[in-house]
């Protein structure tokens, strides 16, 4: 099993409406989770940090679940801007783990 | 205020070239750092990571080394390139252990 794991997508959406994405990861130690976005051949751009009591910043919205170990983000309102692929990162220790990432169109 | 630094940002190379990809960060001290590789259209993969001078750890066994030969710089070596070898690779660093991770811009490595 992999250690953080993703819907790959594509999720297809119209502009306007609300999408949400989940990560699960395996290892019960995991300490800090954070999104990433990442643009077509552009590094990755740290999104929001996630934490336990559920944070926002402004359309978006992070959740943890520890118990069942998943993280979520939810984008509320999406903007064509939105378009891009978004990665689940989990920190264990020293390492710091990616999904694979999940991708979003968003359709005019 | 913390920037990093990764060059060059495009290479072609032969099969069974040799390799080194910099990266430096500036603006903080002791910083973690880590090299990543991602193939065309799939996830990124860690390779190497350091948390101090020439401490180094790998993740997957292959073709490439890294080395930390001041605290602020972090080097990507491979003696002999392979064709397997192409892809992005990123160079990141954080300031303590769980915290969040900031990316240079990338190098595109196309072995030919």
């Known amino acids: 099993r992999k250690e953080v794991e993703q819907d790959p997508g594509p999720f297809n959406v119209p502009e306007g409406a609300t999408v949400a994405f989940n990560c699960t990861y395996s290892?019960?130690?995991?300490?800090?989770f954070f999104w990433y976005r990442q643009d077509c051949r552009k590094e990755p751009k740290l999104l929001m940090s996630?934490?336990?009591s559920g944070n926002e910043d402004g359309r978006f919205t992070a959740q943890l679940n520890r118990a069942s170990q998943y993280i979520s983000l939810l984008i509320r309102d999406s903007k064509l801007s939105d378009s891009a692929t978004y990665l689940c990162?989990?920190?264990?220790?020293?390492?710091?783990?990616f999904g694979k990432g999940t991708r979003l169109h968003i359709l005019p | 205020s913390q920037t990093i630094h990764q060059w060059p940002a495009t290479l072609v190379q032969p099969v069974g070239s040799p390799l080194s990809l910099e990266c430096t960060v500036e603006?903080?001290?002791?910083?973690?750092l880590y090299w990543y590789r991602q193939a065309a259209g799939r996830g990124l993969q860690l390779l190497f990571y350091?948390?101090?001078?020439?401490?180094i750890s790998s993740e997957v066994p292959q073709n490439l080394s890294a080395s930390r030969p001041q605290d602020r710089q972090f080097i990507l070596s491979s003696k002999k390139l392979l064709l397997s070898d192409s892809g992005f690779y990123l160079c990141?660093?954080?300031?303590?252990?769980?915290?969040?991770?900031?990316f240079g811009s990338g190098t595109q490595l196309s072995v030919l």
């Open positions: 996630v934490y336990s």
């Open positions: 990162v989990v920190n264990r220790d020293d390492k710091i783990i």
């Open positions: 350091s948390v101090g001078i020439g401490q």
């Open positions: 290892n019960s130690a995991s300490q800090s």
């Open positions: 603006g903080t001290s002791n910083p973690n």
């Open positions: 990141a660093w954080a300031g303590q252990i769980n915290e969040k991770l900031f």
